[in-house]
């Protein structure tokens, strides 16, 4: 079985590193009305401990070999700006599905945009799936942004149970296979 609690991944402005314990106060400091509103499972009010909790259990998955759950650090200041986590599929173990936030300062810098080559890439090797999905709401239109410059296509729309709101919510899925992603790779590297 393969760990990944030691994975490092680095872009031009950004180190992405398993999450810590240590995380935990930042990562509750971070999670605002603005970002859990269109989060599926980071509920209000994220305490520290609410972060503890899960970074425990996303460190036991990454463990086990099952999920990529990243802090995002800027470079430049060793400041945590947010998350990104790659998980198999509980269902389709050859599918991976993808989850991102950033906090609010970090909004609007081109970050997601940037570690989307690098966590797929990650994920594709490491978790050894055929598929990475992702899901938003369908008035998040910021995030479908970013699935497209990650290269993914629309795929369905299907509901979802929000833990963060105890209710089901209409999604609209993307999605980029393995080859899809390879062909894109090399396409970026012909420029």
């Not at 509750?28 to 970002?35: F, G, N, V």
């Not at 470079?75 to 599905?97: E, H, L, M, Y």
Request: aromatic share 8%; proline share 3%.
């Amino acid at each position: 079985m393969t760990d990944f609690r030691d994975c490092t991944l680095e872009t031009s402005r950004l180190k992405l590193r398993c999450v810590q314990v240590e995380d935990a106060e930042v990562i509750s400091a971070l999670m605002m009305p603005e970002i859990s509103r269109w989060l599926a499972s980071w509920s209000l009010p994220f305490t520290v401990e609410k972060a503890r909790v899960r970074i425990l259990r996303e460190r036991e998955a990454a463990k086990n070999g099952n999920m990529l759950p990243l802090a995002i650090e800027e470079r430049a200041t060793g400041a945590v700006i947010g998350c990104v986590s790659i998980f198999r599929d509980a269902v389709d173990p050859q599918k991976g599905g993808a989850g991102y936030w950033l906090g609010m300062d970090a909004h609007g810098k081109g970050y997601l945009r940037e570690v989307g080559p690098v966590v797929l890439a990650a994920a594709f090797d490491m978790l050894d799936v055929d598929v990475i999905e992702a899901g938003a709401q369908l008035e998040n239109a910021a995030s479908f942004g970013v699935m497209r410059c990650w290269g993914m296509s629309q795929a369905d729309d299907r509901w979802l149970y929000a833990s963060a709101r105890e209710k089901d919510e209409l999604c609209r899925y993307f999605q980029i296979t393995r080859a899809g992603f390879e062909g894109v790779a090399l396409d970026a590297g012909k420029d």
